[in-house]
Every structure is written in structure tokens, then in C-alpha cells.
């Protein structure tokens, strides 16, 4: 149990500064509350290494240098990045609404996805206001199976290329519904789709995974932690990870927050609301190691499910050979999800399909022993990344109790996983794929996977994507957190990063958590007042 003594004390301190936390903390500012941002990591260093494909996918220069646990015990290195903007400084900015089946009860082949306590229509004016926030260009009523829109996205779609237009082209002809991928940078383009002088943005091929140098991609620090900063009333500390949260000796709220500082030495805070926004994996493990007398399984956690239900998509990179040379430098304006919820020959979900950050001969090398055999030897790297065409696949994995964050003595992080789960629908969206390749102008069997984007092919260490630890709900025998996010069984902690979602639908989940801190902070300022 915590006192709260002679340290600062906040309004609302904010644990984690990503697409969750960050946002919060932008919401929160303005009206003058005292408010502290707890970033575990320091600010990205801007230097050339943040745009070269060696360091940052084949060495893993900006990745935590920290291993987690396998359900046998093996060490694995996560994708996690501790930095000011969290996982933002290296997502791809592929901002897409969950679909409104998304929010019902869905039958997958593996099991059932389990229905949100919200509906679509609740979260709907959040999305467009996260959209307009993050700057989000792309088209509503392109994509027909998309939800009803109350606004038009602020900022027309990035246009697509030359090879991605006729990519486009080709997949109308076959009947298909194409548009164009919504994605937040910091763009104007000109008549030709170029950027103008004057855009942040310059259309390169640095967007995907890479940290943005000019401040083009739009990152939590960048969109709402530095114009949050602003305000005289937020502060910021930074290079401090949070070990606990100590709660008051009835164990209703905690009453104090417990850093430790880069030399080990802890540092103390105190606030009238804690949010933890860590991630889904370290939010869970936060809780779990907050365990005290009155909360012996972790705070939150009188129901069990702190740390369950993990959940990452079942991921897919796979690259295309083009028979003409692909010139794209952004190649990330395309997605397609006509078989989201079924096909003509499968009456359950598969997932979407979207294009990657273009590849480059750096990246190609780096897969090179994997691929030994699987391409023409005729063909250079240099050549291959020429007409490679990048794509991403996406299916939806499902809440299962077993896939779990667990700590051990040592406060090490263990994370099991069934790498197995719901996997037949990804299966199937890659034989669609596979199956139009001739019709695309590509090579019919030349179809590589690209899992340099996904941990050196290892599915667990493919964290980026990371749900669902510590879920929200009406019941609190089977949820953490009720409908604003707070825990059940405290009166004054939240929980807002993707930790909260009871299924992750099969798109990339930034844009629900941005939206969710957006919600969660219009109840926090009714609630302070």
C-alpha cells in the first residue's frame, strides 16, 4: 500500500505517451489540469539511421533491448519501441475504422469473436474526430462494406502511382472493390499527386516501420504529445519506466505511482486519476506486478482476466514479383477487403488486404538465405527490389483465456501463445492473392514471404499489433474495465491503450485506441469537472 506524501501530486498522471496515452494527454490539456506523462523511453534521436533499412529492420537499431519469454521458456526479443510517441515512431499510419460487424458477435471458422459492450454508432463521432486529429487522408464510400460516416475524411486520399493505379485497375476488372488506403502524414500533393514545396510529407518510401525524420507520419508525439507540451499545466518525464502502482490501505484507488529512474533508483508520484496506457502487453504486466493484500492477483484483477485474451492478427507480409519494373516510392495507398467477412466459397471472415511500404534491396538481402531457390537465380537483388510489389495480409485472431501475459519470480515477462488460432481464413485470403497474381501482372509463382516486417518470421515476436490484456465490459466477473475504461474494482485507474478491446476485428487497431482515448477523455473531463 502507497502513501501520498511529500511528492508532486497531479490531477491525472498518464502512464505511456502512444496512440492511447498520448492522445489522452492532448484531450485532457487544455482546460488546465495538472497532468504528467510517464515515458518509459526518451525522445527518438533524429540522425540518417532513421531512414536506413539495415539498421532499423535487419539490426533492429531503435527496438527495446529486452527479451520476453515463450510459453516453453525461450527468450524472444518483442517488437516494442520505448520512445516518446511509444509504437507509433515506427507504425505504418494505416488508420482504419473496425467494420460495425466488428462490434457484434462474429463466427469465425476458429471460434467466436466475442461482441464488444459498444456498438459502432458509439465510437462513430470518436473515429471521425481521431481521423481529422491524425490527419488522415483516404476516401469514405469507397470501400461498400464500410460503416456510415458522419464526415468526409479532412484530406483527400495520397494518390496512388503509376504500378499502384494499374494494380487498382486490374483488381475493378475482376469485379473487386480497391480504395484507397487511409493513412495519417502530413501531406499536399499537387496536380500529379507529388508533394508540393511546402509538404511536410515528401512521398518517400521510408513510411512503413521506419521513424518519419522530417515529421511527416503522423505519431503521437508529433500529432498531440508536443502540442500537448504546450500547455504550461502538462508535464512530461521521460527515461522512466513505471515498476508499480500502490493503492491506499482499502484498496479502492491508488494512491501512488513508483518509477524507476536509468540508474535504478525509484522516484514517487501521485495523481487523482492513474491511466496506464503501457501497451497490452506491459499494462498487463504493470497490474500484475501491482499485487498487494487487497489485490493479491493484481490490481484490476479480481476477475482473472488481466493478462488474457492477447491478441495480435494473424499477419501475413508477402511480396510479389511485377513482370514490369515497379518505380513506386509510396506505396502504401491501397487496400482491398472484399473478402473482410466471407467469399463465394467460404462462409467465414478472412481478413483484408493492403499494401506494405515499398521493399528495397537492403531489406531483400536480409531475407536472402530464406529465399535461396525460391526466385529465378538470374534475377540480382537489385532487380527483385525493382519490380517487388509489397502486400500485407491481415486476419483476425481470437480472445482465447490461454494466450496470456504472465509474470514470473523475477517480474520477467512470459507470453503464451497458440500460434494456430483462427489461422484458415489467412490461409485463403493468400490463395485469393496467389490465385489473381497472372491477372495483376505479376510472376503466378512468385510470392515471397517478406518476414523482415514480421520479426524475422517469428509470430510471436510480432508484438505490434498487440489487444486485449485487460478488456472492458459490463460484467465484472468477466472484464477489467467497465464502459469508460475504468477498473472495476478501483475508483480512480483507467486503462487506454488496445488493452481494452474484447476482439481485434482484422485492421490495424491505432485508429480504435486514438479513437477510445479520444471517448475516455471527454468522460474524464466531465468527471474532473
Known sequence: MGNSGDFPRYDVIIIGTGAGGGTLAHRLAPPGKRILLIERGGYLPRERDNWDSTAVFVKGKYRAPEFWFDRTGTEFPPEVNYYVGGNTKFYGAALFRLRPEDFGELRH?????????????DLEPYYTQAEHLYLVHGRHG?????????????????????????????????GLHPFHLPIGVNLSQDGNGGATHDSVC????????????????????????????????????????????????????VETVVGRLADGSEVRFAADIVVVSCGAVNSAALLLASANDRHP???????????????????????????????????????????????????FPLGGIQMLGKSDAEQIHGEAPRWAGAVTPDMPFEVLAHHAVDFWLCGEDLPLPGNRVTLDGDGRIHLALDEKNNTEGLKRLRHKLQSMLGHLGMHEHHLLPHSIYLHKGMPIGATAHQAGTVRFGTDPAASALDLNCKAHDLDNLYVVDTSFFPSIGAVNPSLTAIANALRVGDHLLARLG
Request: with cysteine; net charge negative; glycine share 8%.
Open 142 to 174: 469507397e470501400d461498400p462494406g464500410e460503416g456510415a460516416v458522419s464526415a468526409q475524411y479532412a484530406f483527400p486520399p495520397v494518390e496512388h502511382e503509376p504500378r499502384i493505379q494499374q494494380l487498382s485497375d486490374d483488381l475493378e476488372k475482376r
Open 109 to 121: 471458422h476458429g471460434g467466436l469473436s466475442p461482441a464488444w459492450p459498444l456498438r459502432y454508432e
Open 297 to 347: 492477483g493484481g490490481l484490476a484483477n479480481s476477475s482473472d482476466v488481466v493478462g488474457r485474451h492477447y491478441m495480435r492478427h494473424n499477419n501475413m507480409a508477402l511480396m510479389a514479383v511485377s513482370k514490369e519494373p515497379n518505380d513506386t516510392q509510396f506505396q502504401k495507398t491501397l487496400a482491398l477487403h472484399d473478402w473482410y467477412l466471407g467469399a463465394d466459397d467460404w462462409d
Open 202 to 253: 515528401i512521398r518517400c518510401n521510408r513510411v512503413d516501420g521506419f521513424p518519419c525524420l522530417v515529421r511527416g507520419k503522423s505519431d503521437a508525439e508529433v500529432i498531440c504529445v508536443e502540442p500537448a507540451l504546450r500547455h504550461p499545466n502538462v508535464e512530461l518525464v521521460t527515461d522512466t519506466q513505471v515498476v508499480r502502482l500502490e493503492t491506499d490501505a482499502a484498496g479502492r484507488s
